[in-house]
């Protein structure tokens, strides 16, 4: 089983809204990826956790906290953010960090009003 | 930072047509994956290559890594419409991937 899951879908939110993304894999992998894609762009990476630390942080704006309570789940929390913000928010995994393919979720869509 | 140049940006064909689409770079790469993601869903994985000069079928799709690590191609026979989607071709070095610019393709029943 090579399944990734996000919740929630689809998520609107305010400028002045918090709220989190959730990301959860039970295929045993201890690397798990936050990425953030455009429309007909391809996935730009966010952030890295390797072994439930925070390895890899491309320079992302504090307004997107990351946070991995165990190795099956991923969080993103929101806060202040801004319309361009709007995008399609992916989480991968793999069973190692760098060495392995990654498997993706669907994605959760979020729209910044 | 690295680049990958993904091409063709588009392709419109007629369904039982073979495809061809491919990506290369300035940089060394350990692992080429292919992705193919649909609208509003996850990319899905495709096929992993690990060695230079490796060739390796999934079905009806073919890739292969460059032997000069730089390249690789992905190869779809006979497309359905089902094939219709945006590829991405992603290469390993280190801890990341980098993608490529992705290759929409539209097949007319």
């Known amino acids: 089983d090579t399944e990734v899951t996000q919740t929630p879908k689809h998520l609107v939110m305010g400028m002045t809204n918090k709220k989190s993304l959730k990301c959860e894999q039970h295929?045993?992998?201890?690397?798990m990826y936050w990425y953030k894609q455009k429309a007909k762009k391809p996935p730009e990476l966010m952030f890295v956790?390797?072994?439930?630390?925070?390895?890899i942080n491309e320079s992302v704006p504090s307004r997107f906290s990351p946070e991995c309570p165990n190795s099956s789940l991923l969080n993103l929390h929101l806060h202040a953010l801004q319309p361009e913000d709007s995008a399609l928010y992916l989480c991968?995994?793999?069973?190692?960090?760098?060495?392995?393919?990654?498997?993706f979720g669907p994605g959760t869509r979020l729209t910044v009003t | 930072g690295q680049q990958l140049n993904q091409s063709p940006q588009s392709m419109f064909i007629q369904e039982g047509e073979d495809v061809s689409m491919n990506c290369t770079s300035s940089?060394?790469?350990?692992?080429w994956l292919w992705y193919k993601q649909d609208p509003g869903e996850g990319p899905v994985l495709l096929i992993a290559?690990?060695?230079?000069?490796e060739l390796t079928s999934n079905g009806r799709l073919t890739a292969q890594f460059g032997i000069t690590r730089k390249d690789s191609f992905l190869n779809i026979s006979a497309s359905i419409p089902s094939d219709v989607g945006i590829y991405f071709c992603?290469?390993?070095?280190?801890?990341?991937?980098?993608f490529g610019g992705g290759t929409r393709l539209m097949v007319k029943p």
């Open positions: 290559l690990y060695k230079a000069g």
């Open positions: 940089s060394i790469f350990n692992t």
């Open positions: 295929m045993g992998h201890r690397a």
């Open positions: 992603a290469g390993r070095a280190g801890n990341m991937l980098t």
């Open positions: 956790y390797s072994y439930e630390k925070l390895s």
């Open positions: 991968a995994s793999s069973q190692g960090p760098g060495t392995y393919e990654q498997y």
